[in-house]
C-alpha cells in the first residue's frame, strides 16, 4: 500500500471512529428515554397499564429499545470496519 493510499485510509478510518463515538453518545441518549417511557409504564396502575393509553406507552418502549439495539448493532459494524481496516494496513 502506498503512501497516499495510506493516509487517505488513515483519515477514513478516524471519521468511522468519530461516527462510533457519536453513535455511542446517540444510543446513551436514546436509552436514556428509553428507560423515562418504561419508568413511566412501570409507573402506571395495572388496570391503565392494561389500557389503549398505556399498551401504546409500552409500546413506544419496546420501540424505542429495538432503535437502541439497533445502533448498537451498528456501533458493532464500525468496529469490524476498524479492525478489518487495520488489518489492511498491517
Do not use: P, W, Y
Amino acid at each position: 500500500m502506498n503512501s497516499q493510499r495510506r493516509k487517505a485510509i488513515e483519515a477514513i478510518r478516524a471519521k468511522i471512529e468519530i461516527l462510533h463515538g457519536d453513535l455511542d453518545g446517540l444510543m446513551s441518549d436514546l436509552d436514556q428515554e428509553r428507560a423515562d417511557e418504561q419508568g413511566a409504564f412501570d409507573n402506571l396502575s395495572e388496570g391503565l397499564q392494561q389500557s389503549e393509553k398505556g399498551q401504546k406507552i409500552e409500546a413506544a418502549a419496546d420501540e424505542l429499545q429495538n432503535a437502541v439495539d439497533s445502533l448498537d448493532s451498528a456501533m458493532s459494524s464500525l468496529t469490524e470496519a476498524v479492525d478489518h481496516i487495520n488489518t489492511a494496513s498491517e
